[in-house]
Each structure stands twice: as structure tokens, then as C-alpha cells.
């Protein structure tokens, strides 16, 4: 019988241990330059850091007094304030690939129990989409697949800037309110919000809208933002710089043109402005985008965005 154990100072050693033996399973492990040791750094501070944070809680799976299995358990309170019910999300979720299928399940289970008994309504399952044994498990308990990200990555070269065609500004923000940008949010169609049948279209591009406007203070490093010829916004690239390990590397976590200025070259130019901040910081760049958001995929391998470096399987359940 699987158990869950909280992870706490007194027996994260251990859990460091099994991360160390199996960290190929996570997120970013397959990005060039970045090795065990980055990942493996990169998650012991995601736990240290979940130590000091109220709705954030760590927890290995237990066979025994052996770890097995570990995830992380999150509260999210900015998607309860926008979809009106409890949130909650479990992630860099990986368990020892000699586990039975039924131990899976259970562990998966005994999980996500722990969030339903605080009253959460919507649980956000995040996996490698490698991991197929951890995603048909939480398939049955209820979970729903509803996207697989796909992470695409670029080395930083010589940057050549792309201008805007005319009649369009190009206004750049640091941590700071952008004016208007939340109408760009309707730009993201194919998002796994969008995919629940539980949300809706409407109610999954108001998440977006809020996603958009709000990522860009205390989130996004840089935003570089297209305003058409009446200064309304028309495009955004926005970069966000993550540590993994020793080594910096550079997310587009905000890619989008509106519908109707699309085919102009506005996406590339922005891209073009985003990758020339990043040169000199890191030399590389990565974004991810719905693996079924076919025109989007041959839109960053056009800009030079050629390497796939993993995917990621979100799956929703709903305790209703």
C-alpha cells in the first residue's frame, strides 16, 4: 500500500536521493546544456522554497520507509478568484517506474484526497507526457486529459531586429501595469482551459485575459508589446528567465497577435526585439505551445525554434 508522507527538513535527504536517481522525468530535463545536476538543484529549491510558502506542500510517495514517488501539492488562489471555485494543482509528479499500475493509482488518489478534504473543487494535474503510466492512473480516478504543451527551444544567436511594419509602435515594459493588454488574452484559443468542457470558451478567455494582464507585473522580465496605429495593442512577446541550476534560461511565456493584424511579420518582429534583450543573459531561449496548435508549432520553427525539448500532459478533475 502506497502512503504519502509530507516532505520536511528531517527526511528531504532521502527524497534529494530519489530525485537524483530519477529526475529524468522531469519537466525541462531534456533542454541542451541542462543535466541531472541542473534538475536536480532545480527541484531541491523548488521544495526549499515550498518550506516558507502556506499554499504550497511537498510529499513523497512511501512504500514501506522507501521513497518511491514524489509531487507537489498546490492551493491556487488566483484561479479560485477567477473561476469562482477552489483550485488546486499537483506537479512534478514522478514515481519509480517499478511501481505496480494499481500503487500508481492509489498514490495518485490518496493525492488528490488531500486537496478534495480542503474543499477544493478543481484539481490541475500537470505531467511529462512521457509519463503515460502516471497519466492513465490519474485517468482512473477521473482525471481528464484535456492538453500537451510542447516545450520548443532555440540557441541565442546574433540577433538580426525585425521592425515593426508602419503604422506600428513598439512599446517595452519591466514588471509593470500594461494598459489594455488584457484584450490580447483573446488571442489564446487552444489553451487547456479552453479544452474543459466544465469552463467553457467564455469563461476560459476572461482566464486569459487576466492571465495576460497580470503576468505582466511581478511575473514577466520583460514585455514587448505592438500597438496599432489608434496605440491599442495588437502583439505581445513576453520573457520570463527561469534558474535551472547553474544555468539561466530565457521562456517566451507570451506569444500572440491578434487575429486581424496576423501575416505582417508583427510575430517574428517581436520575437526578434525579445531574443536581442535575451542575448548577452543566456544563450537559450525556449516557449511552449499546445502540441495541437499546428500554425503556431510551424511558427516558431520558422523563427528558429527547432528543437523539441519535451512535453508536458495537463489533466483536469473535478470533484462535482
Not at 509602435?169 to 466544465?198: A, K
Not at 495588437?234 to 500572440?256: C, P, R
Not at 511552449?288 to 525539448?309: D, H, L, W
Request: with cysteine; proline share 1%.
Amino acid at each position: 500500500m502506497i502512503g504519502l508522507n509530507k516532505i520536511n527538513h528531517a527526511n528531504r535527504g532521502r527524497c534529494y536521493n530519489f530525485i537524483e536517481m530519477n529526475c529524468g522525468g522531469m519537466i525541462y530535463s531534456n533542454l541542451s546544456g541542462v543535466g541531472s545536476l541542473e534538475i536536480t538543484e532545480f527541484v531541491k529549491k523548488q521544495i526549499q522554497d515550498g518550506f516558507d510558502d502556506e499554499f504550497c506542500q511537498w510529499y513523497e510517495f512511501l512504500l514501506g520507509s522507501k521513497t518511491v514517488g514524489i509531487a507537489r501539492m498546490r492551493y491556487l488562489q488566483w484561479d479560485t478568484n477567477v473561476l469562482k471555485v477552489k483550485s488546486g494543482m499537483i506537479d512534478f509528479i514522478i514515481v519509480n517506474d517499478e511501481l505496480e499500475f494499481s500503487e500508481v493509482v492509489n498514490g495518485i488518489r490518496n493525492l488528490t484526497s488531500k486537496l478534495i478534504n480542503e474543499k477544493v473543487v478543481f484539481v490541475a494535474l500537470k505531467v511529462n507526457a512521457g509519463l503515460y503510466k502516471i497519466i492513465h492512473a490519474a485517468e482512473e480516478i477521473g482525471y481528464k486529459v484535456v492538453d500537451t504543451q510542447i516545450i520548443l527551444e532555440k540557441e541565442v544567436g546574433n540577433p538580426n531586429i525585425k521592425p515593426l511594419s508602419e503604422g506600428f509602435s513598439l512599446r517595452e515594459f519591466s514588471n509593470e501595469e500594461v494598459p489594455g493588454v488584457e484584450v490580447l488574452g483573446d488571442i489564446f484559443e487552444y489553451t487547456r482551459f479552453h479544452s474543459d468542457q466544465n469552463i467553457g470558451n467564455d469563461k476560459a478567455d476572461k482566464v486569459w485575459r487576466e492571465i495576460i494582464k497580470s503576468s505582466c507585473i511581478g511575473f514577466s522580465d520583460r514585455v514587448f508589446l505592438a500597438n496599432d496605429c489608434n496605440g491599442k495593442p495588437a502583439a505581445i512577446v513576453t520573457v520570463h528567465f527561469q534558474q535551472i541550476g547553474e544555468k539561466l534560461i530565457a521562456n517566451l511565456f507570451s506569444v500572440g497577435v491578434l487575429i486581424d493584424y496576423r501575416g505582417n511579420g508583427m510575430g517574428s518582429s517581436l520575437i526578434s526585439y525579445a531574443e536581442n534583450y535575451c542575448s548577452g543573459k543566456t544563450d537559450r531561449i525556449i516557449v511552449e505551445t499546445q502540441a495541437c496548435n499546428y500554425g503556431s508549432v510551424s511558427f516558431y520553427i520558422k523563427n528558429g525554434f527547432k528543437r523539441c525539448a519535451g512535453a508536458q500532459t495537463a489533466l483536469h478533475y473535478w470533484n462535482n
